[in-house]
């Protein structure tokens, strides 16, 4: 693997570049990962956001969801990749039932911050967590609030579906985004949500809105590692695409992914739902 300094690297990426690229009109650009290996090859590939993912319950785990990671899991994780990074900014997941309450999420995205070296915490929930987000803004932590389809949910939704095709649930998730805005979380993210909604959401908010299956209008995009370098279980998500199939080694597929992101080819019209 190679380890040479990419010299177009810029200095670390804080939650304030993150509004300064949205009112540019820059893409953000993020993936997740679960060691200092593979954080390293984003980091030197100019990755903006790096999500330790509890999405490593499926990836790393095998586990069918992602219910079963635990805040040790989290942890373990997160400190292997904060030993890959010096540019790009690191999210941390809420695991399921971590931030049931202020003091159990403040315990929790504090251990993350303190012994990892989280940037941010990334949870899972509309509007019934808005006095988390609060708590922890109030507290100096910055949040991320995943909207859409939240894998956590996944028994309670059903199944992996897209949200919000009905206008009612529409109206719900932007509202729900404007509060979780007004309660101070500084990134948005959409998670399989009809790109015209994304739209609007992205529009209507001055925080930066992520996207994974949720459009090119985003402020940025989110792909789970594996999925790009064709190594999902079982079928690649419509909404993901394999770069690594038509680079050849790992750091240009992430260095392709970025440049798609960047210039808006990805997503296309394929990876998108109406
Ligand atoms: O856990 C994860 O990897 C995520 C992404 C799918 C956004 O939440």
Redo the contacts with the bound molecule.
């Keep these: 693997m190679s380890t040479q300094p990419d010299s177009s690297r810029q200095s670390r990426i804080t939650v304030r570049s993150l509004h300064e690229k949205k009112q540019a009109g820059e893409k953000i650009t993020c993936l ?1 990962a679960y060691d200092a290996s593979f954080a390293r090859v984003l980091d030197q590939a100019g990755v903006d956001v790096v ?1 330790v ?4 319950g499926m990836v790393v785990q095998g586990h069918e969801t ?1 219910l079963p990671v635990t805040v040790e899991d989290m942890l373990y994780h997160s400190q292997m990749v904060a030993k890959g990074l010096s540019h790009a900014l690191m999210i941390v ?1 809420m695991p399921f039932l971590s931030d049931t309450s202020i003091e159990a999420a403040l315990e929790n995205a504090g251990l993350f911050m303190k012994a990892a070296g989280a940037q941010m915490v ?1 949870l ?1 929930g509309g509007a019934d967590q808005v006095d988390i987000v609060s708590a922890l803004v109030q507290h100096g932590i910055p949040v991320c609030a ?1 909207l859409g389809l939240q ?1 956590q949910r996944v028994h309670k939704l059903g199944g992996y579906r897209v949200q919000g095709r009905e206008s009612a649930a529409a109206e719900a998730m932007l509202e729900e985004a404007r509060i979780l805005e007004q309660a101070g979380a500084d990134l948005i ?1 959409l ?1 399989c949500v009809p790109s015209r909604l994304a739209e609007m959401i992205t529009r209507a908010l001055s925080v930066p809105v992520i996207g ?1 299956g949720a459009g090119a209008a985003c402020d940025g995009q ?3 590692l594996y999925d790009i370098l064709g190594l999902s279980m079982g079928r690649i998500p419509r909404f993901s695409h394999n770069f690594l199939s038509e680079t050849g080694s790992i750091e240009d597929a992430v260095r392709a992914y970025v440049a798609a992101v960047k210039s808006g080819a990805f997503p296309g019209p394929e990876h998108v739902f109406n």
């Design positions: 997740t999500l993912g509890d999405s490593l992602t997941d990334k899972e995943h894998p993210l998670e994974i989110i792909l789970v």
